[in-house]
């Protein structure tokens, strides 16, 4: 689904009364504003989502290689800093300010900048599914040597998508 898929969704969902409030003048332009709101902040969820659930694929794994003793305690170290790292980044992206301001916030977003932001925010749903197709192959290894592989990609990828979503703040700023 694209940004411009998630904004269709939420205008599908609008109830009779606020289809009717679109056509009074000046409630429109305030109205797609909050479309791209709920849209940035739908984006900005499913991305988290996929973050918790490559967490929880780990950490299933991981439980199960504890149990027969395939974890040495120098591994340690680098398994809860995935961990970590997944936690850190799913929770930076759910509470991150939504693409726009309200109407009597100092700050305002301009419309431009409310389809950049979503647009970016959905190639971090993207990169969040490379993290749990990532995690979901963790789940099929066999060796120590390739599950530590694996963690090192997935810490990769979760700093690509770290650095994807600081990108964000540049372009609310307007500096990107």
Known sequence: MSGKDYQEKVRREMTLLEKILNYIPGYRGYKEKEIRRESDRLVRSE???KLKEAKNIVRMKLAEMSSLRMI???DIWRI???LSRLDRVAAKIERAPAGYAGLFD?????EDKLDKVLEHDFSMI???????DAARRFEILESREEWLKCLEELLELIDELERTFDERTDILRGLA
Do not use: F
């Open 47 to 49: 991305s988290a989502n």
């Open 72 to 74: 040495e305690e120098k």
């Open 106 to 110: 100092a700050v305002k977003v301009k």
């Open 80 to 82: 809860d800093m995935v």
């Open 126 to 132: 993207e990169k969040s599914e490379k993290i749990r």
